[in-house]
């Protein structure tokens, strides 16, 4: 599995490489000095799913799905196949074929879309781990109580 670590701030710190199986207790980003300690405790459940952030040790995690970086990209390649062809200009076999291509582009990312787990208090990301039915997507309501406090300014 691999861990997005953020303090719990949720200031990015790095990303490791963990062993589920080993549960380490400890862990430091190649990219940062600061050694943090994680809690297994109850952290799996009987199939070897997350239950809770083990950086944290909040049990409120949502389900979310990651796009390849190449997926922008795509999106600015098949507009702009739109407007070729609303222009009139695809009338070539060559444009034909890369519109095409771009299609077959845009449906294969659709397809190969990842999921990952994310901790709603500390932003810590858990990928390359089978998730759970019972993760559900992100919910405003569940986020709301883990936003920083917005403090009102009392001298105007």
């Known amino acids: 599995m691999e861990i997005e670590l953020h303090d719990p701030q949720g200031r990015r710190l790095g990303q490791v490489e963990v062993d589920v199986a080993a549960r380490p207790s400890r862990v430091q980003a190649p990219q940062n000095d600061r050694v943090l300690f994680l809690t297994w405790e109850a952290a799996t459940d009987d199939g070897g799913h997350m239950r809770k952030c083990v950086v944290c040790g909040s049990n409120d995690l949502y389900r ?32 034909l074929m890369l519109m095409f291509l771009v299609l077959l582009l845009d449906i294969a990312i659709l ?3 990842r999921t990952r787990l994310v901790c709603y208090k500390c932003r810590s ?16 309501s569940i986020a709301e109580r883990y936003a920083p406090d917005k403090k009102v300014n009392q001298d105007q």
């Open 64 to 95: 979310e799905k990651r796009f390849p970086h190449v997926t922008g990209l795509a999106i600015v390649l098949a507009f702009a196949g739109l407007v070729v062809s609303i222009l009139g200009y695809a009338t070539t076999w060559l444009v």
């Open 125 to 140: 990301v858990y990928s390359k781990t089978p998730i759970a039915r019972y993760h559900r997507t992100w919910d405003a």
């Open 111 to 113: 397809l190969v879309p």
